[in-house]
């Protein structure tokens, strides 16, 4: 009987120590002190910890954006940065005006042609009316390449907005919604109002 009971007892030991050994191991591979080898093949050889990417909203003044060479050093750069940063959705919304408008500014280029051409057709049917539907603004590569080059360019300045706010500091995502907030403000009458 006694036997049994320190071979029970030896045997629940020796499952704790089992628990808490891989219990240990688990956190040790889920803990914030793990590293990942982010150089892979190319031979970068950059090793990250996780305790490196933040997932959560900090305030700093002297967080990277967009690479090492633009960090702030003191609270002038970082609200250089951060001005920066307001302006960029400004000049978004900007792009975005520009790009809604753009077959009214390209009609206001070619209106003396258009004219020409409704005024000939109306005198030929009778009916103005039918005479400007029937006229079609032909594709052009010079608006095409237009229209490509502002959705070009909507596209990166929305991925450098994307990017400040992804290094999850405060300041620069505070920067980000003033600005979207100041260019809405000046430039909503340029756009079309969102449809409920």
Not at 92 to 98: C, D, N, S, T
Request: hydrophobic share 45%; with cysteine; proline share 3%.
């Amino acid at each position: 009987m006694d036997m049994s009971g320190m071979s029970m007892s030896s045997s629940t030991m020796n499952m704790g120590a089992t628990a808490t050994s891989s219990g240990t191991s688990m956190a040790t591979s889920s803990g914030m002190s793990s590293h990942m080898d982010m150089g892979g093949s190319m031979g970068g050889g950059m090793t990250m910890s996780m305790a490196d990417m933040a997932m959560v909203f900090f305030t700093s003044t002297v967080t990277p954006l967009y690479s090492n060479a633009w960090t702030p050093n003191n609270a002038g750069q970082y609200a250089g940065t951060c001005i920066f940063l307001i302006i960029l959705p400004v000049i978004f919304r900007a792009i975005l005006a520009v790009r809604f408008n753009l077959p009214a500014i390209l009609a206001r280029t070619t209106a003396w042609h258009e004219t020409d051409i409704l005024r000939h057709s109306s005198d030929e049917s009778g009916d103005w009316k039918e005479a400007s539907q029937q006229v079609h603004r032909p594709w052009s590569i010079n608006e095409a390449l237009l229209r490509a080059t502002l959705d070009t360019l909507l596209a990166g300045v929305s991925y450098l907005m994307m990017l400040a706010v992804m290094t999850m500091n405060v300041g620069y995502f505070m920067s980000v919604l003033g600005g979207t907030f100041l260019g809405s403000f000046i430039l909503s009458g340029w756009t079309p109002a969102a449809t409920h």
